[in-house]
């Protein structure tokens, strides 16, 4: 029974096309965030929504649209991909903020050519 | 800015060592520190918590301790088995999760 899960798992695409990744969790969780990691294998945060209210941007191009329909779902939806959009994305949930463990979906590798 | 430093960054042993692997951070102002196993194309999985409070945390051959004051955490990882092979990721929460470089773990048998 998958905590939190991601579709899809893979994606290839050409530049200047526009995607989504989607993001379930069945944790009853009221955080989520995206999260990237890069080809050094760096993560870093991008967005966090608690209750379907965004709470963290980390200066993310705006070509970058979270959507959070409801708080067990966080989308990701990304215009105009580019080259340097390659990358892992990792969606992530936690019960609160602040205190909580975050658990992680499977990712979402990226590729843009 | 919190920084969050991993060592070493890779790291080869023989099988039933004991190992310990280092995580450090700028800024102590933190709740929590949570450790992560990640395996090769894969997400990550939740190792260990240690809440702000606490000094460390146990889980069957994996103990994590936390001192806040001097920026420090570490994983302890008792017996280790081929099995433990992946990266190991160390992440402080203040606001947002912060991560570490991670540590490349390979044990061999």
């Known amino acids: 029974d998958t905590a939190v899960s991601q579709t899809p798992k893979y994606l290839v695409t050409q530049m200047g096309n526009d995607k989504s990744i989607k993001c379930e969790q069945n944790l009853g969780h009221d955080t989520m965030y995206w999260y990237k990691q890069d080809s050094k294998k760096f993560l870093k945060i991008m967005f966090s929504?608690?209750?379907?209210?965004?709470?963290i941007n980390e200066t993310v191009p705006n070509r970058f649209s979270p959507k959070s329909p409801d708080k067990a779902h966080l989308n990701l939806h990304i215009n105009s991909l580019e080259l340097g959009d390659s990358a892992v994305y990792f969606c992530?949930?936690?019960?609160?903020?602040?205190?909580?463990?975050?658990?992680f979906g499977p990712g979402t590798r990226l590729t843009v050519l | 800015k919190q920084e969050v430093t991993q060592i070493p960054a890779a790291l080869s042993v023989p099988e039933g060592e004991n190992l310990v692997l280092n995580c450090s951070f700028t800024d102590s102002a933190i709740y929590n520190l949570q450790w992560f196993r990640q395996d090769p194309g894969k997400g990550l999985t939740s190792l260990l918590l240690i809440q702000s409070s606490q000094r460390e945390q146990t889980s069957g051959r994996l103990n994590a301790s936390l001192d806040k004051s001097s920026g420090r955490s570490t994983l302890y990882i008792a017996a280790s088995q081929p099995g433990d092979s992946a990266t190991y990721l160390c992440a402080a929460y203040g606001n947002k999760l912060v991560f570490g470089a991670g540590t490349i773990l390979r044990v061999k048998s």
């Open positions: 929504y608690n209750n379907k209210e965004l709470i």
């Open positions: 992530a949930s936690t019960a609160a903020r602040g205190g909580s463990e975050q658990f």
